[in-house]
């Protein structure tokens, strides 16, 4: 997914240059923005923001504290350039939660690598899953919000394993830490094959996974990772396994309970405009059709096709 970076600035070079600096970086989506246009910016929820303090006519420190005092943008990182440069200045804008202060003339390296760096960071910290690479509830809380904000029309597939703990049971932590990431590419496989440059996919943590989608008719995507899943999760299972079709763990009195082999269940909430107000509601909605699916035996997936009100 590429990285929108803003910039906010009245005029048009640095624009020019950051582009020209990151041609062959497919990754890094630069968008200019004027001041007056910041509530826009924020609602976009970017991965970083650069503010031309020559650029711009407002005082820099009170748009970097409206930043700052946004929820959803407390840890957007802010890089401000300007041609000031007085020590008292400098300050005062990195009191402001300020990442990085870069004076002008600019060298076009520091810069280059200045951004690449902050946006790395950014990225490590909000992923909470070292395990699958994918990022974690921090960022699956900001692309839900973003997409509200907006007024999108997406779909939110959520994703988790039935049985898991059984399988935990027999064959240990750490095989079953390969059934996760394996989970992981089936989802992300057939979310990336949608060449919507939108798509996200997020693990919340175990074997609970979100996919976001602007493909409302997301039918094909949950049987290509049920069909995927189900051709390549036997050969996690030993033979006598495969063959008996179940599992037998023994329980808290030593007796033996039988568990199907673990499958995968997909609930996916379909979220037109003027359905829900925040992710609180998308959640509640998720909950319940997430156990539909659950209750049908094996993998399968369960669609809430349900509209909203709407909007006058």
């Known amino acids: 997914m590429p990285q929108e970076i803003y910039l906010i600035d009245d005029q048009k070079e640095l624009k ?6 990151f041609k062959k970086e497919t990754d890094y989506k630069f968008k200019k923005a004027k001041t007056s ?10 991965s970083l923001i650069i503010i031309n303090e020559d650029g711009i006519k407002e005082e820099v420190v009170k748009l970097c504290n409206q930043i700052r005092q946004n929820e959803d943008n407390s840890i957007t990182p802010i890089i401000v350039i300007s041609s000031k440069k007085e020590k008292k200045h400098r300050i005062e804008i990195l009191q402001a939660c300020v990442e990085h202060y870069i004076k002008t003339p600019i060298d076009d390296q520091y810069l280059y ?7 790395r960071l950014l990225d490590t910290n909000r992923r909470v899953s070292p395990l699958t690479g994918l990022p974690g509830n ?5 692309e839900m919000k973003k997409r509200l904000l907006n007024k999108e029309e997406f779909a939110i597939l959520y994703v988790d394993l039935d049985n898991f703990k059984a399988y935990n049971d027999i064959y240990g932590f750490l095989n079953g830490d390969e059934i996760i990431k394996f989970t992981a590419r089936c989802i992300a496989n057939h979310i990336a094959d949608i060449s919507a440059e939108n798509n996200f996919v997020g693990h919340i943590g175990g074997d609970d996974f979100v996919a976001i989608t602007k493909d409302i008719d997301c039918e094909t995507i949950c049987q290509n990772i049920l069909l995927e899943f ?5 050969k996690y299972f030993n033979e006598e396994d495969q063959k008996r079709g179940y599992l037998e763990v023994p329980n808290r009195k030593c007796i033996l309970e039988q568990f199907p082999l ?6 996916v909430v379909i979220v037109d405009k003027g359905r829900f107000k925040n992710v609180l509601e998308i959640g509640e909605v998720a909950a319940q059709v ?5 209750t ?5 997936y369960v669609i809430d096709r349900r509209k909203g009100k709407k909007q006058k």
Do not use: F
């Open 290 to 294: 997430k156990h539909l699916a659950k």
């Open 113 to 119: 690598y200045t951004i690449k760096n902050v946006i």
């Open 16 to 21: 020019s240059k950051l582009e020209n600096l």
């Open 37 to 46: 246009e910041i509530e826009k910016v924020l609602k976009n929820i970017p």
């Open 230 to 234: 189900s051709k390549g999760i036997l």
């Open 262 to 267: 673990t499958s995968i269940s997909i609930g």
């Open 138 to 142: 921090v960022q699956i809380q900001a």
């Open 296 to 300: 049908t035996p094996g993998s399968t």
